[in-house]
């Protein structure tokens, strides 16, 4: 595991599922759209541990998917093909 940036303003599960994310219970919930927090993996690893045996809530982070660039999109034909 690397370093994750979690960047609570991208997050598309906000603000529902702010209340149950661990990011807020650690830290409150963000007031600023952009406040990033950075976990390392040992970090990442004990929050794991602490949401496996329920004592923290997971990480609830939903990161935007990209839209696919116009040139990967198939080519549709109008007419008869």
Same mark, same amino acid.
Not at 6 to 15: E, H, K
Not at 42 to 65: F, I, S, Y
């Given at each position: 595991?690397?370093?994750?940036?979690?960047?609570?303003?991208?997050?598309? *599960?906000?603000?529902?599922?702010?209340?149950?994310? =661990?990011?807020?219970?650690?830290?409150? #919930? !963000?007031?600023? $759209?952009?406040? +990033?927090?950075?976990? *390392?993996?040992?970090?990442?690893?004990?929050?794991? =541990?602490?949401?496996?045996?329920?004592? #923290? !809530?997971?990480? $609830?982070?939903? +990161?935007?998917?990209?839209?696919?660039?116009?040139?990967?999109?198939?080519?549709?034909?109008?007419?008869?093909?």
């Amino acid at each position: 595991m690397e370093t994750i940036e979690i960047d609570c303003g991208t997050c598309i *599960a906000r603000p529902k599922a702010c209340s149950d994310c =661990v990011i807020s219970v650690l830290m409150g #919930v !963000p007031e600023d $759209r952009h406040d +990033r927090v950075e976990l *390392a993996t040992e970090e990442q690893e004990a929050l794991a =541990v602490l949401a496996d045996q329920g004592l #923290v !809530p997971p990480l $609830r982070l939903v +990161r935007p998917v990209p839209p696919e660039e116009p040139e990967s999109l198939p080519v549709r034909f109008a007419g008869n093909l």
